[in-house]
């Protein structure tokens, strides 16, 4: 019988010399906190245990606990889910010359509000607007934490107490409790629903104008899609329409490809530019989606409207941060110069081919002597092109328990986030960035082996 008394002490504990080192990795005080987290495991379970653990055992706990705890719960994971924009993983990977850019601004001190031509105070929002200006041929940009933040910045600063028209069918929630129509409720705009769900006019708008609306709102249905008998205005219409009256016409696009994402196979996308050319007068849209950038929302258009936002409050308390603008002037530039598809992984994950997908698989498999090839999809995600999917090569592992090993996979360092079908795991190499590709096969292969052994 064990008993709560034959629990050591944490001065028994702390003189242990196994102990010391711990307390040189973990500090004093860590340490003390986490022996007595050890010491109520044990009165949890003295009923149940025959004898007290070795001091051997005791202190292995107590590492176990300290590194647990040390472990950042925000860690880097290998994504082969073929979802190339999740947003629960992150969404879109960074390029190398945006992590250096991150990095150059963040060691030391940067011109991010500094003018060095004339020795005083800069504008922040100069850096990336420059780049936006040359690539969208918008007149003005800004630069806010994510698009979320962009939509509501732009209807508080425009639409404050004020009626703005917005088809039935793009009233969406985009997720993580995002939907358009508390969006606007809390920039204090009044939300004219025109039209039906499938079938809105440009005669509806004309009519909510008539009764008082003062801008018009085009909202991307990020991640669904009405099929069947539908109808909507064209752009050029709305925008044709809003300027008869004198009136702005916002589109938040959502996703807002800078390139013409038909080109991998996906459906075809108004891209910012195109919007703005069909005479949107604000458009705004994400960073890190189809613009494989930094988490940002990003708001380009006429001068005098952006210069009305720039001057709201919440601008200030929802402006991107230096890390953000260095990342994402870095992933622009990629775009000015032509070598988007080289240089950002989002562009180099979509383009590449089944063959070049399948010939990756065949060789996990020689690896692996494991697993079989089987067509499959991969899909954009993030909210970004409901329901397009590329065709792509997975690697397919029959597995006893699917739950088992996906936990076994997510147990690995880096974790291994995968996809199940029935009792077949896949991984889709689409998502695995090339960098990842040895320390996936050396998690796998060692998995495959302690299943082996066990069986
Ligand atoms: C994704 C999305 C948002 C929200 O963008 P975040 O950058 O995630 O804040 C807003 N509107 C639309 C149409 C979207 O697709």
Redesign the pocket.
């Known amino acids: 019988m064990v008993s709560l008394r034959d629990i050591p002490s944490v001065d028994q504990i702390l003189h242990n010399p196994r102990t010391e080192q711990l307390l040189g990795l973990y500090g004093h005080a860590w340490t003390v906190s986490a022996i007595r987290e050890l010491q109520e495991d044990l009165r949890q379970s003295v009923q149940n245990i025959a004898e007290m653990p070795s001091d051997e055992e005791l202190i292995n706990s107590l590492e176990a606990i300290l590194e647990h705890q040390s472990q950042p719960s925000l860690r880097a994971v290998i994504n082969a889910t073929g979802v190339l924009l999740h947003?629960n993983l992150g969404r879109a990977p960074l390029s190398r010359a945006a992590l250096a850019a991150i990095e150059r601004v963040a060691s030391g001190y940067s011109t991010l509000e500094y003018d060095l031509a004339k020795g005083s105070r800069g504008k922040r929002d100069m850096h990336a607007s420059a780049l936006l200006t040359r690539l969208t041929g918008c007149e003005s940009a800004l630069v806010v934490?994510?698009?979320?933040?962009?939509?509501l910045l732009a209807l508080s600063a425009l639409a404050k107490g004020k009626k703005v028209a917005i088809s039935r069918s793009q009233l969406?929630e985009?997720?993580?409790g995002?939907r358009?129509p508390d969006v606007m409720k809390q920039s204090g705009a009044k939300l004219v629903e025109v039209g039906t769900t499938n079938r809105t006019r440009l005669s509806d708008f004309e009519q909510a104008i008539a009764e008082g609306a003062s801008m018009l709102l085009v909202?991307?249905?990020?991640?669904f899609k009405i099929i069947g008998f539908t109808e909507e205005p064209t752009l050029e219409d709305l925008a044709k329409l809003a300027h008869q009256h004198n009136l702005p016409l916002m589109v938040?696009?959502?996703?807002g490809a800078l390139l013409d994402t038909a080109k991998y196979g996906l459906a075809q996308e108004s891209t910012v530019q195109e919007t703005l050319s069909k005479g949107a007068d604000l458009v705004?849209f994400?960073?890190?989606?189809l613009l494989g950038g930094p988490?940002?929302?990003i708001l380009v258009g006429k001068n005098e409207l952006l210069a009305k936002i720039r001057r709201h409050p919440l601008y200030r308390a929802i402006r991107a941060d230096k890390l953000c603008l260095a990342a994402l002037s870095a992933t622009l530039l990629h775009y000015l110069k032509g070598e988007a598809e080289q240089e950002i992984p989002l562009y180099q994950m979509l383009s590449r081919s089944f063959e070049d997908l399948t010939a990756q698989v065949q060789r996990w498999i020689d690896r692996l002597q494991d697993g079989s090839a089987l067509e499959g999809l991969s899909t954009v995600g993030?909210?970004?092109l409901p329901g397009e999917t590329l065709p792509t090569c997975l690697f397919a592992l029959k597995v006893k328990s699917p739950a088992k090993f996906t936990a076994k996979l997510r147990e690995a360092n880096p974790p291994i986030i995968a996809r199940v079908q029935e009792d077949l795991l896949l991984l889709d190499p689409r998502t695995v960035l090339s960098w990842q590709e040895e320390t996936l096969l050396t998690s796998l292969q060692t998995i495959l082996l302690e299943r082996k052994e066990l069986s």
């Open positions: 947003t934490n994510n698009n979320a933040a962009a939509v969406v985009i997720g993580g995002f358009i909202a991307h249905q990020s991640n938040d696009l959502g996703s705004c994400s960073g890190d989606k988490q940002a929302g993030g909210g970004s």
